[in-house]
Structures are given as C-alpha cells and as structure tokens.
C-alpha cells in the first residue's frame, strides 16, 4: 500500500469527521484547514502555554489575547516548525491579536466580507483543542449571530476545548467567518466565535513589541456587565425561566427592536406556560426580523397545538422562502409526514 502523504492524511481525517454530516467542498476545507496553526510560548514557571490562530495575512496570524497573558517570547508552530512572533496588534477589549511573524509559508485563510450568516448554516471548527498537533475539526451550525460593536458574535453547535483559543469557524466553502473565543462552562455548552470584521480595525492599531499581553476582555466581565446575548446563556441552559425572563425583560428596556431579545423572552414565557404572552413575543420578534426561524419555529409548534393548521402552513412557507432545509426541519419537528 502506497504511503499517504500529510496532505492526504490531513485530508482523510477531515472527511472521516465531516462526510457524513453534511455536504463540503473537500478541497477548500483543506485549504481552510492549512490555515489554521499553534501559538505557543513559555510562562514564567516553565510551562507550555497554548492556543491556536489561523493565518490571514502574509506573515499574519489572527489569534486571541488571552493566550499571550501569560509568556514573554511567544511563537507560532507547525507541527515541529515554529516561527518567531515579533509584534502585535491587539484589541485587548475583542480579546483578538494580529501577531506579525517572519517566513511564514502558509497562505491565508480566504475571508468573505459582509457574509450573509444564517441561523441553521452549516459551519466547521478548525483548532487545535488539548493543544494536539494536528488540527481537529468540528461539525457544527449557527445557532444564532447577535450584532456587537460593529460585528456578528457567533453562537454555533461546534464544538472546541482548552487550546483551540483563537482557532477559526469556516463554513462549508472554507471562508473564515470568526475565532473561536471563549465557552460556557458545563457539559452543556454554548460556544462562541468573534467576527472576522473586526479584523480591519485591527490592523489599524500600534504595533506593540513587548509581551505579555494583559487586558479584560468584555466577555470577562462581572455576569450584570455581560452583552444580553451573554447573560441568557446561563439562565438558558439551567432552565431557569423567570432569570431568562428578567434579562430578556432587561435587553428589550435597552434595546426594544431587537430580534432575538423578544425570541427570548417568548421562550421564558412558553415555558412558564404564558402561551398567549409567549406567542405575542414571538410575533413581535419575527415582525422585527422575518428571517428569525427560531421564533416562527415555535409559532408554528403553538399554532399545531391548538389545532390552527392555516397558520402551521403560513409559517412553513415563511420558513421555506428562507431555508428549504429548515422547513424540512420544521415538517419533521411537528411530525407532519410531507410538508406540512
């Protein structure tokens, strides 16, 4: 049997994780794949600190801050190649550094501007979690994007671990959308990735050459400080009803045009069995943004409950206008056997 090269065993274990999930162009998420690289460097006790970043430039990786907290002389690597980091540009509040290297031969990850990004799209996470040498990937979809300081925080299903700080989201054609950042903690975990477009403001900030890089970042701060979208999660996944109630309460106060502010409180009410209070909410999300399928996903489900078929397949159409995928989905999820 011939030996198969790195390429093709980098291939192999991409397509081993990914074909059966869903449809990918092999060769671009290959190529996303060779984009992505370690950062490394010793703390002040002598151990090993790790991350991930993926290449965007020539002699350009973008990676987070956090990960250059803690040592002096940081570096990127490729399996036993390192190359010395010798500036950054860091947005210590984004926690995103662009880390200028020397020699660096691998091309950059492809980036498309004002990506259209859908709740539902299949995506990939490329990163080197538990600090591995090689790559690994994970499948994933958008669970939701909430608009922030000029960019879309991504929220997917893919998963990452400890080391794959700084590591990219791509979707299925290889463009880099965001870098993976920072978790819930639990078994249960939603995961989040910073936009790719704060990348322009980025490489507008001072070249810095001394390292440690220390500074919060805003996904550090106190839990009341926390954007909206952050301080949902919690209260989301415990089940905690009347929390998430509160803090939707508190971001329509902020921010009444919002979307997904109303999703959520739709959500709190239907499970506190408010159901007429639920369903107002979620009209008022999709009337603010007709392409959110979670609220009209569970319009539809109140709407099968009571017997209100007209409105199951208003809804259906609606989804389908937006995803023929999602409704297919929303078929399955309301048990009807054909469209429903």
């Known amino acids: 049997m011939p030996r198969l090269t790195p390429r093709l065993v980098l291939l192999a274990a991409l397509l081993a994780f990914t074909q059966n999930v869903f449809a990918i162009d092999q060769l671009k998420v290959l190529s996303a794949l060779q984009t992505v690289v370690m950062v490394r460097g010793y703390n002040d006790t002598g151990g090993l600190s790790y991350g ?18 803690s040592t002096k002389q940081p ?25 200028t290297t020397v020699n660096l031969p691998f091309k950059p990850a492809n980036i498309v501007k004002n990506h259209d990004l859908k709740r539902g799209q299949e995506i990939i996470s490329i990163g080197h979690s538990n600090g591995a ?4 990937t994970s499948a994933g979809i958008i669970n939701a994007s909430y608009i922030f300081e000029g960019g879309r925080v991504i929220r997917s299903s893919a998963a990452f671990r400890m080391g794959a700080s700084g590591s990219g989201i791509f979707d299925t054609e290889g ?6 950042t920072f978790k819930t903690p639990g078994r249960t975990a939603y995961f989040y990735s910073l936009p790719i477009e704060w990348l322009a403001d980025i490489e507008k900030l001072p070249v810095e050459t001394t390292f440690p890089i220390i500074g919060k970042a805003f996904w550090e701060e106190d839990d009341d400080k926390k954007p909206f979208f952050m301080q949902i999660a919690l209260p989301e996944i415990n089940q905690d009803w009347p929390k998430l109630a509160k803090v939707a309460h508190n971001w329509i106060d902020i921010d009444p045009k919002n979307s997904d502010a109303w999703y959520e409180l739709g959500k709190a009410q239907e499970n506190m069995e408010k159901t007429d209070e639920a369903k107002v909410s979620y009209k008022k999300s999709v009337a603010l943004d007709a392409s959110n399928t979670d609220s009209l996903f569970r319009l539809g489900a109140i709407a099968q409950s009571t017997g209100d078929t007209a409105t199951v397949r208003d809804i259906n159409v609606a989804i389908a206008n937006i995803s023929k995928d999602l409704a297919q989905e929303y078929s399955q999820m309301l048990g009807c056997k054909t469209e429903c």
């Open 52 to 69: 991930s970043g993926v290449v965007v430039a020539q002699n350009k990786v973008m990676t987070n801050c956090h990960i250059l907290r």
């Open 75 to 99: 570096w990127v690597a490729r399996g036993e190649d390192t190359y010395d980091i010798i500036s950054v540009q860091a947005d210590r509040w984004h926690d995103l550094c662009l880390v």
């Open 133 to 136: 040498p090689s790559p690994l």
């Open 175 to 180: 463009n880099l959308l965001g870098i993976n």
